[in-house]
């Protein structure tokens, strides 16, 4: 069974700070991994998809690596701004097209 | 393009009701997925249906059921309601099981059920 593990739980900067986000899980035999936003009450809006085959992807100031062969998967962002501000989720597919979440991190931007 | 749309946004039951939630996926879409999150806990997988068929059930009760129609919309339907069952409800919608490998997962905006 797939588990899905983010450090920190919460995390605190101030603007303009760039930051790492880390996603570790279990079984390694993903499909892909994907990086989400989520503000509070809201829905999930897809940040990264990174297949099983890629090692990054880039998005902006998002950057997303993944190694498969460690478990891990890391959201870098440069630059943080206050509207940066959310809980950030990984998603990891494995066989059965369901997706296994992390608890998330929240982030907050200090202004 | 339109995304995922979710209704009603807010619904509030008495315990022992029933509620329903209906999602719409994206055009092109066949697969739909639910989600639970409840306040301060993680998402946790309800259920997932492609082609109309139920294809994965999450660890819940019987009480928690869904279809999906012909046009690939989907209905969430929760029978005697709980307090616990209080939540955040995503559908999500991807392209079916062979092309998911590619491609993600579009989430809708939710569904915020309060039982009182």
């Known amino acids: 069974k797939q588990e899905v593990t983010q450090i920190p739980a919460a995390l605190s900067v101030p603007e303009g700070e760039n930051l790492v986000l880390n996603c570790s899980f279990t079984?390694?035999?993903?499909?892909?991994l994907q990086w989400f936003r989520q503000d509070p009450g809201k829905g999930l809006t897809s940040l990264l998809l990174i297949q099983s085959s890629q090692r990054e992807q880039t998005s902006g100031r998002l950057n997303a690596s993944l190694d498969k062969s460690s478990g891990r998967s890391t959201l870098y962002i440069a630059a943080s701004q206050p509207g940066d501000s959310a809980t950030y989720l990984c998603a990891a597919k494995n066989s059965g097209s369901r997706l296994t979440f992390g608890e998330g991190t929240q982030l907050t931007v200090n202004p | 393009e339109a995304g995922v749309t979710q209704s009603p946004t807010h619904l509030i039951k008495t315990r022992g009701q029933q509620a329903t939630l209906r999602c719409s996926p994206i055009?092109?879409?066949?697969?739909v997925y639910w989600y639970q999150q409840a306040l301060g806990l993680g998402l946790q997988f309800l259920l997932w249906?492609?082609?109309?068929?139920?294809?994965n059930r999450g660890n819940f009760p019987p009480r928690f059921s869904g279809r999906q129609f012909p046009n690939y919309s989907s209905e969430l339907n929760v029978n005697a309601l709980e307090l616990e069952d209080s939540a955040l409800y995503l559908c999500?919608?991807?392209?079916?099981?062979?092309?998911?490998?590619?491609?993600?997962?579009?989430f809708g905006s939710g569904t915020r059920l309060t039982v009182v």
């Open positions: 079984d390694s035999a993903i499909y892909n």
């Open positions: 055009s092109g879409h066949t697969s």
């Open positions: 999500a919608s991807s392209f079916g099981p062979i092309l998911i490998t590619n491609y993600g997962y579009t």
């Open positions: 249906y492609d082609e109309g068929e139920e294809r």
